[in-house]
């Protein structure tokens, strides 16, 4: 459906921003403390599934290339986790706004020491922990404990994010067969009148 998203954007399906269809949201609600566009009874405007899952799969593509171009062949070096949260915060902040992002530009480029100092002279954090501060500080250089107000925005998102770059989730477990009752086990399960163990 149509909603307006925390920057007040209007949105539809997976934090697709749209900019056209402006009569969509003539009429709108506030449905379970969020805004959303309604119809003449009030109700919801739905979006085929189909459609949100393209357009999803299309944002994701470009949010992928975007990141890819901001952060240039070292993106492509980088473990497939933190590939990801940088798609992330590419399809939620837009290829703009993560131009602005240029000490995790640099942390990407050394992802690999744990730490360098910079054309400046100032030491700076590498690998993870230089992209987690520019992610939750407004200047980490200059004001450590200043948190960013994206991040108190999104803070619960961005914890997520940073925990799955430092502890991926695990692989899928393979799937266990199921035990056969041994002939023992049958005969003790019926004649205790009961189904047998799986």
Same mark, same amino acid.
Request: aromatic share 10%; hydrophobic share 30%.
């Given at each position: 459906?149509?909603?307006?998203? &925390?920057?007040?954007?209007?949105?539809?399906?997976?934090?697709?921003?749209?900019?056209?269809? =402006?009569?969509?949201?003539?009429? &709108?609600?506030?449905? +379970?403390?969020?805004?959303?566009?309604?119809?003449?009874?009030?109700?919801?405007?739905?979006?085929?599934?189909?459609?949100? +899952?393209? *357009?999803?799969?299309?944002?994701?593509?470009?949010?992928?290339?975007?990141?890819?171009?901001?952060?240039?062949?070292?993106?492509?070096?980088?473990?497939?986790?933190? =590939?990801?949260?940088?798609?992330?915060?590419?399809?939620?902040?837009? @290829?703009? %706004?993560?131009?602005?992002?240029?000490?995790? @530009?640099?942390?990407?480029?050394?992802?690999? %020491? $744990?730490?360098?100092?910079? +054309?400046?002279?100032?030491?700076?954090? #590498? #690998?993870?922990?230089?992209?987690?501060? $520019?992610?939750?500080?407004?200047?980490?250089? %200059?004001? !450590? +404990? =200043?948190?960013?107000?994206?991040?108190?925005?999104?803070?619960?998102?961005?914890?997520?994010?940073?925990?799955?770059?430092?502890?991926?989730?695990? %692989?899928?477990? !393979?799937?266990?067969?199921?035990? &056969? !009752? &041994?002939? *023992?086990?049958?005969?003790?399960?019926?004649?205790?009148?009961?189904? !047998?163990?799986?």
């Amino acid at each position: 459906y149509y909603y307006k998203d &925390t920057e007040g954007n209007w949105t539809s399906g997976v934090g697709h921003l749209e900019n056209k269809n =402006k009569d969509i949201f003539k009429n &709108t609600a506030i449905i +379970n403390g969020e805004e959303v566009a309604v119809d003449s009874g009030g109700n919801r405007i739905m979006i085929d599934e189909d459609k949100v +899952n393209k *357009q999803y799969d299309k944002d994701l593509q470009t949010a992928y290339k975007d990141a890819r171009e901001v952060f240039g062949n070292d993106f492509l070096r980088l473990p497939q986790e933190v =590939k990801n949260v940088l798609t992330s915060l590419s399809f939620n902040l837009g @290829k703009s %706004k993560l131009l602005k992002y240029r000490r995790m @530009k640099e942390s990407v480029e050394n992802f690999d %020491k $744990e730490s360098w100092v910079d +054309n400046n002279g100032n030491l700076r954090d #590498g #690998g993870i922990a230089g992209i987690a501060q $520019e992610l939750i500080y407004t200047n980490y250089d %200059k004001d !450590p +404990n =200043k948190i960013s107000p994206r991040f108190k925005q999104t803070g619960d998102r961005t914890s997520r994010e940073i925990t799955y770059m430092l502890q991926p989730a695990p %692989k899928s477990m !393979p799937t266990l067969e199921p035990i &056969t !009752p &041994t002939p *023992q086990q049958q005969y003790e399960a019926a004649r205790m009148n009961r189904p !047998p163990l799986t």
